[in-house]
């Protein structure tokens, strides 16, 4: 059975879900720049929970929202000299651009806050109309001693505790100072919306309550988000959605550890970040995904330029594993396997049972990679040429099932010269044969130019591309 953390028990807890279905919110980014890789081991870790529920047979409806509305799109958006509509759409194309370099499958749906204004509204009213909320000003707040376990719930901190400690905002006008905002009077040359308490715009935490809301119901299964918004952000979700809805929020949270940088946490505020698309053009996509999925999701991991370099070495023999083996089954006979054949194959099912071990035990993806390598160890170190096709496309199955769980499966790159390139090194391997070595080697020279490496095998010239 998987076990998950759950950080409003702060216990390790089975995860069970009612009739297989289970209901995911995953915070999704503020679309006003590139997101940095503390930003992207939330998204890849959210992800990789998505897949390995799906691996496990879960019918998974899964939403991760893009909050377009927001004082740093205001700000990109005068910076840039273009409006808030515009700055989102860009940076949401751009999101997508590095999300899918990451492997990182598209949400059952990407909601918008602008796209939610409606049910906003009518979330705020129902709160107002309980209590729980008050307009002044224009700014409508969630009146925060209306709801008695404010505090409890994920930063297991009383409401006298965090009163002793805040501060009064001149500029906003409370009944208390914990009170926070759920609708925000609009200013000049702001994007604003008709509302019962005149014109403005959405606050930050009532978005995902209300998204949350329309899309998986009043209560769901896992939310998701990282480690920095379990307060204000989520507490004031389970406040402001218990307080309307009159029921339990969120059954499970799923929160993720700080990537650090020398061991202080990645942040724009702290100018410290590295964004996912730069460091893409140095290394790739994927070895920043193996570095996400290499450590523990709750566990705080430091960006080393080095851990990377380990990465792509890694992410290199599981490849190369596989790129062999479907070299051999290209080969390779088109015959049953035989008994021993098939018990061979079989056996490679410990692997899997090791692989799911780890991963139902709170995602421990570190023990499920050791698993994994392991498989490809002992493929190496067993597995002889002149097998049955079955057997290599046997094998290749179970490595890319595990392997894709984990979201580091590169992405088939179909090319029109594949043809080409084939019949290139066919050409070459006849100008061996015929002992003509100036043209072997100015066909080599030319399958280089081309960014192609070969490789020669006991079952005859591989190929690849840089």
């Not at 998986?216 to 939310?223: F, K, Q, S, V, Y």
């Not at 994927?286 to 990465?311: D, K, M, T």
């Not at 290209?330 to 071990?357: G, P, V, W």
């Not at 043209?439 to 490496?453: P, S, Y």
């Amino acid at each position: 059975m998987l076990k998950l953390y759950n950080s409003l028990t702060n216990r390790i807890e089975p995860f069970e879900a009612k009739d297989n279905k289970v209901r995911v919110y995953a915070c999704g980014p503020t679309v006003y720049n590139f997101f940095h890789v503390g930003n992207g081991r939330s998204f890849m870790m959210f992800d990789t929970l998505r897949r390995y529920l799906e691996f496990k047979g879960y019918d998974v409806t899964y939403v991760q929202n893009f909050t377009d509305v927001d004082d740093k799109i205001i700000r990109r958006a005068e910076e840039e000299g273009i409006s808030t509509t515009e700055v989102a759409e860009k940076y949401i194309n751009e999101y997508f651009t590095d999300a899918d370099g990451l492997n990182i499958k598209r949400a059952s749906v990407h909601p918008r806050a602008t796209e939610n204004i409606g049910g906003i509204i009518d979330l705020v009213s129902a709160l107002i109309e309980k209590g729980h909320a008050y307009e002044s000003n224009g700014d409508v707040y969630f009146r925060v001693r209306s709801f008695p376990e404010y505090g409890n719930g994920l930063l297991k901190q009383s409401i006298e505790d965090l009163a002793s400690g805040a501060r009064i905002d001149v500029s906003e006008i409370k009944e208390d100072p914990l009170d926070f905002a759920l609708w925000k009077a609009s200013k000049p040359g702001e994007p604003h919306w008709t509302s019962p308490w005149g014109e403005g715009r959405p606050g930050w935490h009532i978005e995902c309550s209300a998204m949350a809301k329309r899309y998986l119901g009043d209560t769901i299964d896992i939310h998701c988000g990282g480690h920095d918004l379990k307060f204000p952000h989520h507490e004031n979700e389970i406040a402001q959605s218990e307080c309307a809805n009159g029921c339990k929020f969120a059954r499970h949270w799923f929160h993720i550890g700080f990537v650090n940088v020398n061991n202080e946490k990645m942040s724009k505020s702290k100018n410290n970040f590295f964004t996912v698309r730069d460091l893409s053009k140095v290394y790739g996509y994927l070895p920043l995904r193996y570095f996400a999925v290499s450590a523990h999701y709750r566990s705080p991991i430091n960006y080393e330029p080095g851990i990377i370099e380990q990465a792509k070495a890694s992410l290199e023999r599981i490849n190369n594993c596989l790129a062999n083996l479907k070299f051999l089954a290209k080969n390779a006979a088109d015959t049953e396997l035989n008994a021993e054949q098939t018990e061979y194959l079989n056996s490679f099912i410990s692997y899997r049972n090791r692989f799911e071990e780890a991963m139902d035990d709170d995602l421990n993806t570190a023990n499920a990679l050791t698993a994994i390598f392991d498989m490809i160890k002992q493929v190496n170190v067993t597995l002889t040429d002149n097998q049955p096709k079955a057997l290599y496309e046997g094998l290749i199955a179970k490595i890319e099932e595990l392997v894709d769980t984990l979201g580091l499966l590169p992405k088939e790159e179909e090319s029109d010269d594949d043809a080409a390139i084939d019949a290139l090194i066919e050409e070459r391997t006849a100008a061996r044969k015929a002992k003509d070595w100036a043209k072997a080697d100015a066909i080599r020279d030319q399958l280089t130019a081309m960014g192609i490496i070969l490789e020669d095998t006991p079952s005859g010239i591989r190929w690849k591309r840089k």
